[in-house]
């Protein structure tokens, strides 16, 4: 074993302890957390380790390094998820490789992405980006629409060709009512994504929580967690 899929395979397997942990001590099964690896900043050659050692979700947050990558990961059994704030210019390149996007948080993104994935005959999954630091009908700091706005953009998504409603997504703020307050952000993405089954059955994907605070997410009810730094390591500093 090489002494990076080694390094890989041990922090895969802490990361798996504390999803675990997580889970038991919220009452939780197991299965009802997935990981996504971010592989952000990470060769191809990461991703080919990570999927020999069982990861089946990966994610990407800038399409400049997800479209190389995911082109020479094609032949392995991964789920691509995108989770950067996405411009309507990189919307096709996205679409081509990406099998959900998490970011979804204007109706114009939502647009060019029914008709990029009309286009290339896809069936693409869609969250809504979720700004709990945005005021009414604002935007947050890092992406994503204000609660205000949930139910409009799912409505869109639903009824878009190409394009299906999976559920919420959002990243703790780094201002506002939350800041330092995890679990209670992710608690209220998870009453915001009990709403959103109210009227969207399916959409029952709440992605929530980091390397940092992974455990909250899963308190709080998060179904999917996404962790970059606890399995890849310290990324190096982008050029």
């Known amino acids: 074993m090489t002494d990076r899929r080694a390094e890989l395979a041990a922090n895969l397997a802490k990361v798996e302890e504390r999803i675990a ?9 197991r299965e009802e ?6 592989t952000k900043t990470y060769p191809a050659e990461d991703v080919r380790v990570l999927s020999e050692l069982g990861v089946r ?13 995911a082109a020479e990961s094609a032949d392995l059994p991964l789920t691509w998820h995108f989770v950067g704030q996405l411009q309507t210019n990189k919307v096709r390149s996205v679409v081509g490789y990406a099998d959900v996007v998490q970011s979804v948080d204007r109706p114009k993104l939502v647009s060019a992405l029914s008709a990029a994935a009309v286009r290339a005959d896809r069936e693409l999954g869609c969250l809504i980006q979720v700004a ?11 992406g994503g629409v204000s609660p205000d706005g949930i139910e409009e953009l799912a409505g869109l998504v639903a009824n878009a060709p190409g394009l299906r409603i999976d559920g919420l997504m959002t990243v703790a703020p780094l201002t506002g009512q ?3 307050r995890q679990q209670a952000a992710f608690e209220r993405l998870v009453e915001f994504s009990t709403l959103l089954r109210a009227a969207h059955p399916a959409a029952n994907m709440v992605s929530a929580g980091m390397s940092s605070d992974l455990e909250q997410a899963v308190a709080a009810g998060a179904t999917h967690v996404r962790v970059g730094t606890a399995v890849l390591g310290v990324r ?4």
């Open 21 to 29: 942990s997580a889970c038991a001590a919220a009452g939780r099964k």
């Open 33 to 38: 957390v997935t990981l996504i690896v971010v």
């Open 57 to 69: 979700h990966v994610a990407e947050n800038r399409d400049q390094d997800a479209a190389p990558k």
């Open 132 to 142: 709990l630091d945005a005021d009414e009908g604002g935007r947050g700091e890092r």
């Open 178 to 180: 939350f800041v330092d």
């Open 236 to 239: 190096p500093r982008l050029r």
